[in-house]
C-alpha cells in the first residue's frame, strides 16, 4: 500500500511538497491564517461581497413580494435566467464533489492542496443554486408541496416528474456535501482547538472538532467512512447533473431532447467547476500567500484538466449537431442551424434567431479558449490561465442559456414564438448571488482551515515511516508483492 | 493530603526531563514520600474520629483514613530521611537518627490511630466494626514492616551514603503493590464512580484477600491530591517509525486499551496496532438498504396505493420502475451518508468533548507534529511500573502520567 502511495521516479513523478517541509510548517502555514488578522486583500473582497449579497436580499424581497412578473421570462419562455443560473451553480458545485471524492478513489494526492477549498466551493454553490428552483416556484412558502409529507390539498408529490427527482437530488447532493465536508474538517478543527489561545476559540473549536484526539483506533473507522463517503458521492455528482439535465431531455421540446444530455451536462459541469475552483484559488493564493501549499504544478494538472473536459464539451456541442441532421427532424435541425448558428433564412419578424451570438459566445469560451491550455507556458502562467477561467466560466453560463433560451423562445409553432429580455431584478439576482457565494466563501477561508492540514501532512515524504523496519513483516512481504508486481 | 506540596510537585514537573517528571509524578501520587508535616497524623486522627461516630458507614472510612495518615506519616519519614541523607556526610547519622524517630512517632500515632477507629466502629456497629478492626491492624502491620524497611535503609545510607535510593526502592515497591489494590478497585468500581472516591476505596478494602498480605492501604492513598487520579500513560514521539515500532511492541505485550494519536492517519498502523477491521462499511450497506427499500414503498405508496396519479396513461406500479429509479438512487445515498455519519460517531463513539489526556499540555502537539501512544489505567494489563518500563524502552521522547480529575 505504501509503495503505491510513493511517487513513480521513473516516470516523472514527484512529492508534491519540497522534502524538507515538517508536519508543523504545514500546520503553521494553513492554521496562521485564521489566527491573524486579515490581510488588506480579504477585506476589498469581503465588503463589496456583502454588499453585493444585499443586492441580492433586495431584489429577493421584491420577487417575493411581487411575483416572477418581475422577471423577463414570458410565454414561450418559461424558464430563463432562473434555471440558467441554478444549472450554472450546480455545475460549479461538481467540481468540488469531483476533485474531493473521484481523485480521492483515483489516488491523487494532489487533491489534498485544494479539496477542502473545492469542497466549501460545492456546499456555497450548490446553496446559491437551490435557491433559483425554490424562488421560481412563485410562491416559495408553498414549496414544501415538493415534499413527500402529507399537505392540505390531499395529495402526494409526482414521482415520475424529473422536477421532483430534481429536488431530490439537489437536496441529497446539498446534504450528502456538508456531511462529507464536516467530516473531512473535523481534525483539522482539532488542530485549530489545540492551538487556540482565546477562551472563544477554544470552545467553539473545541465544540465543533467533537474531542478529536487522532486516535488511531478512530483514523481506522474515519478513514473508511471517508472512503465510503468518496465512493457514495462519485456516483452522486454524476447523478446530479443528469437528473438535472432529465429536466430538460424527458421533454419534447427540439434541442431539449436528446440521450447525449447526461454525460454533455456532466462534463461541462466539471468543467465549469474546475474552471471556478481556479478562479478563486488564484485569488486565495495570492491574498494569502499559499504559494508553498498551492504550487504551480497543481494549477498545471487543473488547467489540463480543464482542456480535457473542455474537450468533451466541444465533442458534445459537435454530436448535437450530427444527431440534429442524422435524425432527420425537420424542427431539430432548424433549431441547430438557424436558431444557433444563425444560418438560413429570415423568420417572420425579419431577422434569425435573435440569440444566434450567444451560441457563438459560448464555442468561442468553451472550446477555443481552452485550447491555449495544450501550451505549457500558459498553463504556468498565472494570469494567463486567471483570464482564461473567467472566460471559461462565462461561456459556461452561456451553454445553459443557449440551451434553455434559445430553445424555448422558437420553438414547434412560429405563432408562438416569443422572446426574451431580462429585468434588472434578473440581472441583480444573478450578480447577488456572487454576493452569497463570496461572502460565505471569504468567511470560510478567514475561519476556518481552507487546505486539508492532515491530508497534506500524509502526503509528506516521511510521512508513513521508512519502509523495511521490522515493526511488521506481513505488510513489508505486501509491498514487496506490489512493487513485484508493479514491476 | 495537603494541596501545597502537591501543586508545588507539579509546577517544577513542567520545566524537568522526562525521568526527572517521572519521579515527580510518582512524588505526586504519593508513591515516594513528600516533604509533608510529621504533625498531620495526629490532627486528621481527630478529626476521623469524630466523623467515625456518626454512622457506621462512615467509620469504615475513618479506620482507613487513619491508616493512610500513618502510610503517609511513614513516607514522610522516608522522605526526610532521603534529603538528610543527601546532604553532607556530617549530618547522615543524625539524619538517619532523626528517621527513625520520625518514622517510629508515625507508626505509634497509625496505630493509635487505627486502634481508636476500630474500636468506635465496634461501638456504633458491632459486626462491621470488626471487619474494619482486622483491616485496621493489617494496615498497622504494613506501616510497621515499612516502617522497619525505612529503618533499615537509613541504617544503609549512613553506612554506604547511598540511603537516598535505597528508600525510594523500597517505597516504590509499596507503591507498586498498592497499585495492584487501586487497579482492582478501578475495575470493580463502577465507571461514574468518579464522585465516589470512598465507595472505590471500600471496595479494595473488602476485596483485599490475605495473599495481598499488607495491601490494604487505601489505594486513595496513592494520590498526594485527592482529587485526581492516575488516568493514563502517555508517550510522545518524534517520527512516525518510532510510533510504529513502540505501536507494535505494546501490541506485542498483549495490551487492550491503549492508543496511537496522530496529526494523520498513518499507514501501516493499524497491523502495528493490531487492529481487527472496521465494521463501518455494514453500517453504511444496511442504511443504504433501508433508504432504498424506503424509496420504493414511499413511491408506491404515495402515488400508487394511497392516491394513485395516472398521467399521460403511464402506469403507476411496477411498470413505473424506471421512473422511481432516480430517488431510489438518491435515498439509498442519503442514507448511506447518514449511515456512515452515525457509524462513524458511534464506533469512534464521538463527541466525547472530554477525555484526560486532554489533561496533558503535551498532548497539543498531537494534531500538530507529534506522536503519541497512550495507556490508559483501566487495562488489565496495566502497571504502574511495568507499564513505564515497557513504555520507556521503546524510547520516547517524553513520557508522563496523565493524571484525571475527579
Not at chain 2, 159 to 180: F, I, L, N, P, R
Request: glycine share 8%; hydrophobic share 45%.
Amino acid at each position: 500500500m505504501s509503495a503505491l502511495d510513493a511517487p513513480i521516479e521513473e516516470i516523472g513523478e514527484r512529492y508534491l511538497l519540497p522534502k524538507e517541509t515538517t508536519f508543523n510548517d504545514v500546520t503553521e502555514a494553513v492554521a496562521r491564517i485564521t489566527e491573524t488578522k486579515a490581510p488588506r486583500g480579504w477585506w476589498m473582497l469581503f465588503i463589496p461581497s456583502v454588499m453585493t449579497l444585499g443586492l441580492m436580499l433586495t431584489c429577493m424581497g421584491w420577487l417575493v413580494t411581487q411575483g416572477v412578473g418581475t422577471w423577463g421570462n414570458n410565454g414561450p419562455v418559461y424558464w430563463a435566467w432562473d434555471i440558467t443560473n441554478f444549472v450554472w451553480w450546480i455545475g460549479i458545485g461538481h467540481a468540488g464533489t469531483l476533485i474531493s471524492a473521484i481523485l480521492f478513489l483515483f489516488r491523487q494526492k494532489w487533491r489534498t492542496s485544494i479539496n477542502r477549498f473545492a469542497e466549501a466551493m460545492t456546499v456555497f454553490a450548490v446553496l446559491c443554486a437551490a435557491m433559483f428552483p425554490a424562488l421560481h416556484t412563485g410562491r416559495p412558502w408553498f414549496d414544501y408541496y415538493l415534499a413527500p409529507i402529507p399537505n392540505q390539498m390531499g395529495i402526494w408529490p409526482n414521482f415520475k416528474s424529473p422536477l421532483m427527482w430534481d429536488v431530490f437530488a439537489v437536496n441529497t447532493y446539498l446534504t450528502i456535501s456538508v456531511i462529507f465536508w464536516f467530516v473531512g474538517l473535523i481534525p483539522d478543527l482539532a488542530t485549530l482547538r489545540d492551538r487556540s489561545t482565546t477562551k472563544y476559540r477554544r470552545m467553539i473549536y473545541g465544540f465543533l472538532a467533537l474531542g478529536w484526539r487522532g486516535s488511531h483506533r478512530h483514523w481506522q473507522h474515519y478513514e473508511r467512512a471517508y472512503l465510503i463517503f468518496a465512493a457514495i458521492s462519485t456516483p452522486l455528482v454524476l447523478s446530479v447533473h443528469s437528473i438535472v439535465s432529465f429536466d430538460f431531455a424527458t421533454s419534447v421540446i427540439p434541442g431539449w431532447h436528446t440521450t447525449i444530455f447526461p454525460p454533455y451536462f456532466v462534463a461541462g459541469a466539471v468543467f465549469s467547476g474546475f474552471a471556478l475552483v481556479m478562479t478563486l484559488m488564484l485569488i486565495v493564493r495570492s491574498i494569502f500567500g499559499m504559494h508553498n501549499l498551492v504550487t504551480i504544478k497543481h494549477l498545471d494538472l487543473m488547467n489540463k484538466f480543464m482542456l480535457g473536459t473542455g474537450l468533451m464539451v466541444g465533442y458534445a456541442y459537435a454530436m448535437e449537431f450530427f444527431v440534429a441532421w442524422y435524425s432527420n427532424n425537420p424542427y431539430e435541425s432548424w433549431v441547430f442551424l438557424h436558431n444557433r448558428l444563425g444560418f438560413g433564412e429570415l423568420d417572420s419578424q425579419g431577422n434569425w434567431g435573435p440569440l444566434w451570438w450567444s451560441y457563438y459566445a459560448m464555442v468561442g469560451c468553451n472550446v477555443l479558449v481552452p485550447q491555449i491550455f495544450w501550451f505549457k507556458k500558459c498553463r504556468t502562467s498565472v494570469p494567463i490561465m486567471f483570464i482564461a477561467t473567467i472566460l471559461i466560466n462565462i461561456g459556461m453560463w452561456f451553454e445553459r442559456f443557449v440551451i434553455i433560451v434559445t430553445s424555448l423562445h422558437r420553438d414547434f409553432l412560429p405563432s408562438s414564438w416569443g422572446d426574451f429580455e431580462p429585468t434588472g431584478i434578473d440581472i441583480g439576482l444573478y450578480i447577488g448571488t456572487f454576493g452569497l457565494f463570496m461572502t460565505l466563501f471569504l468567511l470560510f477561508i478567514r475561519w476556518i482551515p481552507m487546505i486539508a492540514i492532515a491530508e497534506v501532512k500524509a502526503t509528506l515524504p516521511h510521512a508513513h515511516g521508512s519502509h523495511g523496519d521490522d515493526h511488521n513483516h506481513e505488510h513489508d512481504h505486501e509491498d514487496h508483492a506490489h512493487a513485484a508486481s508493479a514491476e | 493530603m495537603s494541596d501545597d506540596h502537591n501543586s508545588d510537585d507539579q509546577d517544577n514537573g513542567e520545566s524537568s526531563p522526562p525521568k526527572d517528571r517521572m519521579k515527580r509524578t510518582l512524588v505526586g501520587m504519593g508513591v515516594v514520600g513528600a516533604d509533608d508535616k510529621p504533625e498531620k497524623p495526629m490532627r486528621d486522627k481527630k478529626t476521623l474520629v469524630g466523623m467515625v461516630q456518626q454512622k457506621a458507614s462512615d467509620a469504615a472510612s475513618a479506620a482507613k483514613d487513619a491508616a493512610e495518615d500513618a502510610a503517609d506519616a511513614v513516607g514522610d519519614a522516608a522522605k526526610e530521611a532521603k534529603d538528610k541523607a543527601g546532604d553532607a556526610l556530617n549530618t547522615i547519622r543524625e539524619a538517619a537518627a532523626s528517621a527513625k524517630d520520625s518514622a517510629g512517632d508515625a507508626v505509634d500515632s497509625a496505630v493509635d490511630s487505627a486502634k481508636d477507629a476500630a474500636e468506635s466502629a465496634k461501638d456504633t456497629a458491632g459486626d462491621v466494626a470488626d471487619a474494619i478492626k482486622g483491616k485496621a491492624s493489617d494496615a498497622a502491620s504494613a506501616v510497621k514492616d515499612t516502617a522497619d524497611k525505612l529503618t533499615d535503609s537509613a541504617k544503609a545510607a549512613v553506612a554506604g551514603g547511598a540511603g537516598a535510593g535505597a528508600a525510594a526502592a523500597v517505597t516504590k515497591k509499596s507503591g507498586k503493590k498498592s497499585s495492584k489494590t487501586k487497579k482492582s478497585s478501578s475495575k470493580s468500581a463502577s465507571k461514574s464512580s468518579s464522585s465516589s472516591k470512598k465507595a472505590a476505596s471500600s471496595h479494595a478494602a473488602h476485596e483485599a484477600t490475605p495473599s495481598h498480605g499488607h495491601d490494604d492501604h487505601d489505594p486513595a492513598a496513592l494520590d498526594s491530591d485527592p482529587n485526581t487520579r492516575p488516568a493514563l500513560y502517555l508517550a510522545e514521539y518524534e517520527t512516525p517509525d518510532a510510533l510504529l515500532q513502540a505501536a507494535a511492541a505494546v501490541r506485542d505485550a498483549k495490551y487492550s486499551k491503549w492508543d496511537c494519536h496522530t496529526p494523520y492517519a498513518i499507514h501501516g498502523m493499524d497491523d502495528a496496532m493490531g487492529l481487527p477491521p472496521t465494521k463501518i462499511g455494514l453500517i453504511s450497506f444496511v442504511c443504504g438498504m433501508v433508504g432504498l427499500a424506503t424509496a420504493v414503498l414511499m413511491i408506491q405508496y404515495m402515488n400508487n396505493w394511497d392516491y394513485p396519479i395516472i398521467v399521460g396513461g403511464k402506469p403507476t406500479g411496477v411498470g413505473a420502475f424506471p421512473s422511481m429509479v432516480p430517488i431510489m438512487f438518491e435515498l439509498t445515498v442519503l442514507l448511506t451518508g447518514f449511515g456512515t455519519l452515525g457509524g462513524l460517531f458511534h464506533l469512534c463513539q464521538l463527541p466525547r468533548h472530554y477525555h484526560p489526556i486532554f489533561e496533558s499540555t503535551r498532548f497539543e502537539r498531537a494534531t500538530d507534529d507529534r506522536f503519541f501512544l497512550s495507556i490508559q489505567v483501566e487495562d488489565d494489563k496495566f502497571d504502574l511500573e511495568r507499564t513505564q518500563e515497557l513504555l520507556e524502552s521503546t524510547h520516547p521522547s517524553y513520557l508522563e502520567l496523565v493524571e484525571e480529575k475527579l
